[in-house]
């Protein structure tokens, strides 16, 4: 009986219940797509804020981050499964002149298992592991190293600008030279960051830029930076 049941149910294209969303998944999409940017753990910020607690949360709400959108922050959208497929599938269809610099997932299945996963990894108390950034993400992603930690090569003393160069000296005594459009002049307030005093070079890959240099504050710019070419009369 049973059999003919299901034959009856494809006969008349009945649908069948659908695969149910696995945050197994979920976890390893987010693993490649979103945790470059975004934190599991409370109160830890990067480039987007952190989804610890997301789930019945407003949108542009979390008053750690400080980077929302005006259209974020005025948007009347509390976070559930109804409100993040329409978000992860298009945000700025959903939300239209946010910030967020993602252009969404067409997948119906894929958005499902992130959904799934962000409903587990998101309630108080969880406490998920956070898959490896994508392949080619270095430096700032899930695993931020902590700075204070550097090694004397990577700790940076003087630096100094001539013609399109510039050069660090490091701790250890060595030198590194950069093109001024492949070194980046970056800050980290957090508890990961350089001491004060103590910026660091960090590598960001073969393409594009090819290091950071980190200070503790921006008022230290000015004074590792120093204009003039060792050799000039």
């Given at each position: 009986m049973r059999w003919k049941l299901v034959s009856i149910f494809l006969l008349l294209g009945v649908a069948q219940p659908a695969t149910a969303a696995d945050p197994?998944?979920?976890?390893?999409?987010?693993?490649?797509?979103?945790?470059?940017?975004?934190?599991l753990?409370?109160?830890?910020?990067m480039t987007g804020p952190s989804l610890s607690?997301?789930?019945?949360?407003?949108?542009?709400?979390?008053?750690?981050?400080?980077?929302?959108?005006?259209?974020?922050?005025?948007?009347d959208v509390?976070?559930?499964?109804?409100?993040?497929?329409?978000?992860l599938a298009d945000p700025q269809a959903f939300i239209p002149g946010n910030h967020m610099i993602f252009s969404g997932i067409a997948e119906d299945d894929i958005r499902a298992d992130v959904i799934a996963f962000l409903k587990e990894a998101s309630e108080p108390g969880s406490q998920p592991a956070q898959s490896a950034p994508m392949q080619g993400m270095t430096g700032m992603g899930a695993d931020v190293p902590n700075l204070q930690e550097s090694s004397p090569g990577s700790q940076v003393k003087e630096i100094g600008y001539c013609g399109d160069t510039y050069t660090l000296t490091l701790a250890d005594g060595e030198t590194v030279q950069y093109w001024e459009r492949n070194l980046r002049f970056k800050t980290d307030a957090s508890e990961d960051g350089p001491l004060e005093g103590?910026?660091?070079?960090?590598?960001?890959?073969?393409?594009?830029?090819?290091?950071?240099?980190?200070?503790?504050?921006?008022?230290?710019?000015g004074q590792f930076i120093k204009r003039g070419c060792p050799n000039a009369n």
């Open positions: 197994n998944r979920g976890q390893q999409i987010f693993g490649q797509a979103c945790v470059a940017c975004h934190s753990e409370p109160g830890k910020n607690g997301l789930w019945g949360r407003k949108a542009g709400s979390l008053q750690s981050f400080m980077r929302y959108s005006p259209a974020l922050k005025a948007a509390e976070w559930s499964e109804e409100t993040l497929n329409p978000w103590s910026p660091v070079v960090v590598g960001a890959g073969m393409v594009g830029d090819r290091a950071s240099v980190i200070f503790a504050g921006p008022e230290e710019f």
